[in-house]
């Protein structure tokens, strides 16, 4: 029984996706469309929105962590790569409450980002990713460099069709038939006489 148990965990357990080291750890400070570990956004050019992110020290020891935005693309094994040193429309869109971060032993910190879509933003989705890395000294005076991120996927839409604005065209549109048929009735009762 206990051997069902351990199979049935190891079958699901690439779908837990989190970005994570052994140190660290990054995600999305709530779901997006059913995505705890992606941000996925529409935005319509023009706008600004505000998404968070969640940085976790996993760790005992203090710890200090880089933050960047970067371009990135998906393959057609639907894995997600970073260009590095390259910022896209998206990368430079999307603007952090912070670059650098230091953690306390357990501490979690939520980072507030804004992504400014332009006016003249092109209608597509774009894709690109926020990184979180940690260099520390290796053997022999080396460099070792830890990184992880989150996809971020921001489709720029034609119209916001935010549920606020839904509701106050339902509330005009309602108010003016009900005007058009205050106005009629009159007309109607004496046709009728």
Do not use: C
Not at 35 to 42: A, K, L, V
Not at 85 to 107: G, M, R, V, Y
Not at 110 to 119: A, S, T
């Amino acid at each position: 029984m206990n051997l069902k148990k351990t199979l049935l965990l190891l079958l699901f357990l690439p779908l837990i996706t989190k970005a994570q080291t052994g140190n660290f750890t990054i995600y999305p400070a709530y779901e997006h469309n059913g995505n705890n570990d992606w941000i996925i956004q529409e935005i319509a050019p023009g706008n600004t929105k505000s998404d968070y992110i969640i940085i976790e020290n996993l760790t005992k020891d203090r710890q200090e962590i880089k933050l960047e935005t970067t371009k990135a693309k998906e393959t057609p094994e639907n894995t997600f790569n970073v260009i590095d040193n390259e910022k896209d429309e998206l990368a430079k869109w999307i603007k952090l409450e912070s670059d650098q971060i230091t953690l306390n032993p357990k501490e979690k910190k939520q980072i507030r980002i804004e992504i400014n879509i332009p006016k003249n933003a092109e209608h597509k989705t774009y894709k690109g990713a926020i990184l979180a890395s940690q260099t520390k000294e290796g053997q022999n005076n080396m460099n070792i460099q830890t990184r992880i991120g989150i996809r971020t996927y921001i489709s720029v839409t034609a119209q916001n069709h935010s549920p606020e604005k839904i509701f106050f065209f339902t509330l005009s549109l309602t108010a003016l038939i009900a005007a058009i048929i205050y106005n009629l009735l009159p007309i109607i009762e004496k046709r009728k006489k």
